[in-house]
């Protein structure tokens, strides 16, 4: 079992920044990529970023935040980040930190072994 511990979320300006974390624990010995989701107000949960284990970081973005977000991880510390720049009001969502061993394509694809409780993003206009 992996456990993921969203951090982060916030009210915050449109135009303006915030940075999630995302901590991993339990069973992190095993190599496992990463990935947020987001569940807009009324909407289903949707792809966000991915990141892999390693070898160069594999990354996927959703193309409605390409340019704008970053994801990163620090392995020795089980941790993944999202940073959010030039944020819109149509970000505003709960934010789902996800962990798996099948691959960042599984998450780009919607799948996941493992959720966070999601944390909230509210920007205003």
């Known amino acids: 079992q992996v456990q993921l511990v969203e951090s982060g979320g916030g009210l915050v300006q449109a135009g303006g920044s915030l940075r999630l974390s995302c901590a991993a624990s339990?069973?992190?010995?095993?190599?496992?990529?990463m990935g947020w989701f987001r569940q807009p107000p009324g909407k289903e949960r949707e792809f966000v970023a991915a990141?892999?284990?390693?070898?160069?970081?594999?990354?996927y973005y959703a193309d409605s935040v390409k340019g704008r977000f970053t994801i990163s991880r620090d392995n020795a510390k089980n941790t993944v980040y999202l940073q959010m720049n030039s944020l819109k009001p149509e970000d505003t969502a709960v934010y789902y930190c996800?962990?798996?061993?099948?691959?960042?394509?599984?998450?780009?694809?919607?799948?996941?072994?493992?959720w966070g409780q999601g944390t909230q993003v509210t920007v205003s206009s």
């Open positions: 996800a962990a798996t061993w099948g691959g960042a394509t599984d998450l780009k694809g919607g799948k996941s072994d493992y």
């Open positions: 339990g069973r992190t010995s095993r190599e496992f990529d």
């Open positions: 990141i892999s284990w390693g070898g160069g970081f594999i990354i």
